[in-house]
Antibody, heavy 123, light 108 residues
Framework: EVQLVQSGAEVKKPGESLKISCKGS????????IGWVRQMPGKGLEWMGI????????RYSPSFQGQVTISADKSISTAYLQWSSLKASDTAMYYC????????????????WGQGTLVTVSS | QSVLTQPPSASGTPGQRVTISCSGS????????VNWYQQLPGTAPKLLIY???QRPSGVPDRFSGSKSGTSASLAISGLQSEDEADYYC?????????FGGGTKLTVL
């Protein structure tokens, strides 16, 4: 069974750094792209970027380029989303997502989702 | 402001058929397939429809999708109370996924 399990909720202060994780299991982690999606409180879904753990090829949505860093450690089947200096406006739920089976391209429909990580940034 | 435009709300009574529209452009819906997601309160999005009209395993056939030109629609027939949720359309656009702003479906 394909599973994406994300790290737990975080409460941080503005200016602090943060790295959240998404661990994949039940499939070949290096064969599928993994993307990150932001959902601000009461708002819709926003695609942030995507990584191919096989070779760490990473693409960012223009809105998030330079704001976050996406990485992966294939040895432990885990993808990451990190911030170097958090802002209050980073308060949101963050989801990782993987395409459906047999969709090996980054355009594959995100069909498997993590449970989400709530990040709260407040002084 | 989302690239894909959805009505903010929709409603129907149990048993009714409801449709939700999603309008885009030639760079997204016009040249790529459309997915639909259901998000129940406090949960992660769930893929309902992919490739315009395909249902993943386990999704009831009450849910159907269609696409024409730069627009797409999600139809829900035999509306049930548990269908009350937020619905999002999504399509690839140039180099990333784009989502609609979401439609809140209320079952009256």
């Amino acid at each position: 069974e394909v599973q994406l399990v994300q790290s737990g909720a975080e409460v941080k202060k503005p200016g602090e750094s943060l790295k959240i994780s998404c661990k994949g299991s039940g499939y070949s982690f290096t064969s599928y792209w993994i993307g990150w999606v932001r959902q601000m409180p009461g708002k819709g879904l926003e695609w942030m970027g995507i990584i191919y753990p096989g070779d760490s090829d990473t693409r960012y949505s223009p809105s998030f380029q330079g704001q976050v860093t996406i990485s992966a450690d294939k040895s432990i089947s885990t993808a990451y989303l990190q911030w170097s200096s958090l802002k209050a406006s980073d308060t949101a739920m963050y989801y990782c997502a993987r395409p459906l089976d047999h969709y090996y391209d980054r355009r594959g429909p995100p069909g498997y989702w993590g449970q989400g990580t709530l990040v709260t940034v407040s002084s | 402001q989302s690239v894909l435009t959805q009505p903010p709300s929709a409603s129907g009574t149990p048993g009714q058929r409801v449709t939700i529209s999603c309008s885009g452009s030639s760079s997204n819906i016009g040249s790529n397939t459309v997915n639909w997601y259901q998000q129940l309160p406090g949960t992660a999005p769930k893929l309902l429809i992919y490739s315009n009209n395909q249902r993943p395993s386990g999704v009831p056939d009450r849910f159907s999708g269609s696409k024409s030109g730069t627009s797409a629609s999600l139809a829900i027939s035999g509306l049930q109370s548990e269908d009350e949720a937020d619905y999002y359309c999504a399509a690839w656009d140039d180099s990333s996924w784009m989502f609609g702003g979401g439609t809140k479906l209320t079952v009256l």
